[in-house]
């Protein structure tokens, strides 16, 4: 049986992917796989369909899914739906209304304030498809919805052009002085000379992070006829190149910028990326905007390099905390522009939200594939069995390989050797992408958008089978090449734990746990460069609580993994770093 014939066999049966899948006794996973013919349909399957066919009578005419919209979404896309599904809106049902009401619906649509928990999963019967109408899933059990086969959409683009407009417009407004020329007017002056402004054409405007929302800013940007820069070390240089960028290394951008916009995600690298020695190498005069996530930016140490006249303004519509409160150092001061967490807040761009989780809820109800799905579906038993262990060890890989590696991105290749090349390895490669993206991003990957994921990044991912290593029964080795060097971490299972056993080249032998921190040092094999990095590490009163070195060659390049119990600072790293006989210091958090 092709795949065409066992898609029209479904489609004539009136059912959807996950209700034949229980049909049939095997997995949705299986039958997306039937279906885009990645894995051979079993001859005993056309018998199957023809009894079912017995059984069951076509889904008629009449017979239209049932869609409950449980939070307030835009019209437009409830009137999409509507085309396809009965739709009802009822917000604000509390969670045993919902566990109710929840058995007669195909899907759900929620935004942030109903929590789609297990319990409400498990009651739902028919539903296969849950529609988050924004970016966070936070309020839904994934879990349980990838146990029960069902679906989970949401819209990562929908507010990217809302954010970047926002920061377009806070960079004109800094630029121009427009809130406190406002001010100024309302209270009854006219003051011409207090706020003469700056053009931004011709200014250079330095970029953090060129995502989708960096990239749509910087678009902008070339259109005002700036120059821009930009860092972002994992978007190639050829993609920086095609929207019009400079891309630089952090240092350059600093000291060359006229305007800086952060667009990174907030995690334990972004943290503070930008403090009081940041700001010191700054031009005199700069002006900063965030829009992305509170935190990234010292508030403090904005607060007064604005005071000190080394910053002229900024503008910040993210803070750690939310709501701000009155004490909070960047609110008071006239010459930094707040606004409260407006980066998404347009019509439009809650009307795109909509639509967008609606096409999605449409395409799942009629048999096709999501864009956006952001939990994986559940894998074949055999594939799992085999394959299933090494997806922790992939990402680890990519966490490991993302923290080591310097300069520009230019490829990535994925090996596989052993048992796990007979199997279908894409759930492998999902999870080294997802852990090369989790150290910099907030991308929720799987196994249906991790392809989409590396496409939209200009990621080129080569990828290799070997029925065998010369060492280790199963193998998943990952190379990341960049302008400055090259990055190649190996791992395995061993008695059902993952273990990194191969850096560069070098034996190791780590056995990576979630939380894990570890310094890895890059220095001369020769005596007593333990013991300095040691008795440092003490007197930082930092414990150690393991230790290993990994050599080539007596009294040549050797790899020191130190793992600790504490944290070590940038400036604690410098020291080490500083040793006689240490090339680099790098920092891994797992």
Known sequence: MTPDEFVAARTALGLSQSTMAEALGVDQGTISRWEAGKTRIPPAIELALATLKEKLQPMSESRRPRVLIADPVAPEGIELLRRVADVDVRTGLPQDSLIAAIPEYDALVVRSETKVTRPVIEAAAKLQVVGRAGVGVDNIDLDAATERGVIVVNAPQGNTVAAAEHTIALLMALARHIPQADASMRA????????????????????????????????????????VLAVDPFVPVERARALGVESVDFEQLLMLSDFISVHPPLTAATQGMIGAAELAKMKDGVRIINVARGGII?????????????????????????????????????????????????????????IDVAEQ??????????????????????????????????????????????????????????????????????????GLLRPIS????????????????????????????????????????????EVAVSGTV????????????????????????????????????????????????????????????????????IAVDEEPTSEQLAQVEAIDGIYNVRLVRL
Not at 403 to 422: F, H, P, R, S
Not at 456 to 467: F, H, K, L, Q
Request: glycine letters at 10%.
């Open 188 to 227: 009854g002056k006219w003051d011409r000379k207090s706020y003469i402004g700056t053009e931004v054409r011709g200014k250079t405007l330095g970029i953090v992070g060129l995502g989708k929302i960096g990239s749509e800013v910087a678009r902008r940007a070339v259109a005002m006829e700036m120059r």
């Open 298 to 354: 010292d508030e403090a140490a904005l607060a007064e390099a604005v005071r000190s006249g080394k910053v002229a303004g900024a503008a910040v519509d993210v803070f750690t905390s939310e709501p701000p409160p009155a004490d909070n150092p960047l609110l008071g001061d006239p010459r930094i522009i707040t606004t409260p967490h407006l980066g998404a807040s347009t019509a439009e761009a809650q009307e795109r939200v909509a």
């Open 361 to 434: 809820i449409v395409d799942v109800l009629e048999g096709r594939p999501a864009r956006y799905a952001v939990n994986a579906p559940l894998l074949a038993p055999e594939t799992l069995q085999v394959v299933g262990p090494y997806m922790g060890v992939a990402e680890q890989l990519g966490m490991v390989a993302t923290q080591l590696v310097t300069g520009k991105l230019e490829a990535i290749d994925i090996e596989y050797y052993g048992e796990i090349t007979e199997h279908d390895t894409t759930p492998l490669r999902a999870a080294v992408i997802r």
């Open 442 to 485: 907030e991308e929720n990957v799987n196994i249906v958008n991790a392809h989409l994921i590396a496409t939209s990044r200009g990621w080129d991912i080569r990828e290799t089978t070997r029925a065998s290593h010369e060492v280790f029964l199963n193998l998943v080795s990952v190379k990341v090449k960049t302008s400055e060097a």
């Open 494 to 561: 061993e008695r059902g734990q993952p273990r990194i056993v191969l850096i560069n080249g070098l034996d190791v032998d780590i056995a990576p746990e979630r939380g894990m921190c570890i310094i890895v040092c890059d220095n001369e094999d020769r005596p007593g460069m333990i013991g300095r990095v040691g008795t440092l590490l003490g007197q930082f009163d930092i414990n150690i609580q393991s230790m290993q070195v990994g050599r080539r060659a007596r009294r040549g390049r050797a790899l020191m993994l």
